[in-house]
């Protein structure tokens, strides 16, 4: 159910955003470190390290409404609009990911134009463990990158 | 005395995109990149609106906004909490944003093309530095 | 904030703090006081000179020895056109002196055109997400393909500028700008220094310029009428004092008998037959838009296409020279009532020469060399009471109008063979 661009965006290396919202419908940023895609292509896990993770599971839990903001250093970007599924702590398989996701989200914001004084702090700054995967159930894909077609739904 | 201290502003020009979550009438979030969170005044930070989109949309419909900056020097993050106040299309605010989105424009050829169309002020509700989402700099491995 | 083990109260965290924002107080007072340091330095400098380069030099000397700005120009805005152009320039492999930044271009061309500060910190950041959003333009269609990447003086790869109008009462003098290859490279303060800085040199530099254009119209006028002087000034024409070779009508006249004349006549009424001759002849030269490169004594010299071009020198040459000639003969038959035996005669050619400013400092004059001022001058000397000789070289284009006879072969200094010269019997369409 999501396109293979849209898949391949988000498996990275790329700057991941949640957003949730609590019953007054206050809205949260929180950045995410790494994504994994389900087999079924339509579930999705992110990772959030411990002590952001609580705000963002007190929504979910409450309400379970999630966006999941998505882009490259070249700024092509997707967001995903789905439901929250579960969450669990990282395992040694996870941390494996996350490094690896950091590593190559440098090499993209350098490739990007990003000097490398900003690249590597910002890129390997990103604190990830201990962390929470969150894992939630894509319904809508929208098409992000700045400029005309921005906003729309592409399955 | 405002509620934004000085040591957010380098986080407000613009060096490392922004994001901004802003919540539809319905309850669902929107989670969008920003090219930059502009500094107002200790109370104040405008966005800039050059496309109608989905974040524009939302603050119609529910004025309340998360915004987070990265400070591009020590690469602390900081999470506002926003209330949108008014949109301009005239007056200081709008022409500091409009005199810098027209010299880049000019430089990339999209003078007339790529224009701001209005400014969109937000009163700052609460600020706070991140807690446990960024590593010490000492920390990051092959920093001088 | 994590409580340290070793440290329950946070005390330590606190006395660091504490350092810290003492630094951080430190810091801005040692600028605080750059910024009277800058006040004093640059206002004595600037005022000691009227010399437009030494002010530019004095204004960025100083913002890279005091203020710590490596980078950095000042534009002038040009007098003729809506551009900015590069005068001045600091921290640079390539000076740059010249480079056109047109109005609205870029940060220093949007700041000329708005004529307000600005700052900015993330000019490679920007860059980058427009471009992202002129491909996606481009993609659908929106906007044609290839930028029109104008090339801006300064930093390649400049991440931030600060850059300042110049003003005089609310008129753009120029643009003071200030850049980096470090991101978010200046904060408030720098504004308010800059803006110290750039409030002097904007005066300066309008004095210096001021001063610079009141002593070249001054030097202009002397030559020529105030009006096309004033064009010079602004731009408008060429400054004819600037060497330059051109095709001009060139026309020489002298009285006969004036030397005699001089002799014996008292001095009031040699001026009085002068002044009278001058103003007539005067009149004349400004009717036909001449330009009078000088006068010696009964002498002229006029030459036509220069410094305003003119389509038609050689008629216009001709037809004052005929002109010249009939209201001479009224002047001659007052002269000749009062015993004075004065005749005029005159000579016209046309060909190239060089014109420009000849002389030195302090005596410098507007002048034409080459041979057809030394023909001119030659045909006019041969010319009999009342004949305007002319070289063959004007017939072709003057045929329709001109009534000729040959005179006879005339040798010329710098010209190898002799030359035909012919007498202007009458116009045949006068005008």
Redesign the interface.
Known sequence: MIPDRVLEVLRGPA?L?????DGA?????T?AVGAVVHDDRQTVTVFV????AERVLRDLTA?G?????F?LA????Y?L?GRYVSSRPLDDADRARQEAYRATLMASALE??Y?EA?A???T????YTPGVAITFRAEEV?L????????TLLS | MGILPDEIKPAMQGVIPSHVVTCARDGTPNASAISQVYYVDPDHVALSHQFFNKTKRNIEENPRAAVWVINPETFETWDLELEFVRSETKGPVFDVMEMQIEAIASMVGMKGIFKLRAADIFRVTAVTKTVGERLPLAEIPGLR | MAADPRDPSGLREQIVENQQTIDRLNRDLARKSNEVRVIQQISSEITSTLDLDEVLEIVLRALDGILGFAHSMILLKDLADDVLRVAATRGYAEPGAGARVRMGEGVIGVVGERRRMMRIGNIGASVRYLRSVRARMEAAGEVGPGEASASLPGLPDAQSQLALPLTVKDRLVGVLAVESRTPNAFDELDEVLLRIVGNQAATAIDNARTYQMVERLGRLKRFFSPQLAELIIRGGADDPLKTHRREVAVVFLDLRGFTAFAETSEPEELMGVLREYHAEMGKLILAHEGTLERFTGDGMMIFFNDPLPVPDAAERAVRMAVAMRERAAELAARWHRSGYDLDLGIGVAKGFATIGAIGFEGRWDYGAIGTVTNLAARLCSEAKPGQILISPRLLPELEQILEVEEVGLLAVKGLARPVRALNIVRLRNPA
């Open positions: 700057f955003q949640i957003g949730t919202r419908l206050r809205p949260t940023h950045a390290p411990t002590p952001r309400n409404r999630i966006a999941l903001g882009s070249s700024h092509e970007a967001q609009k990007a134009g000097p900003i590597r702090p910002l390997l700054g990103f604190a929208f992000q990158t700045p400029g005309p077609g921005a906003g």
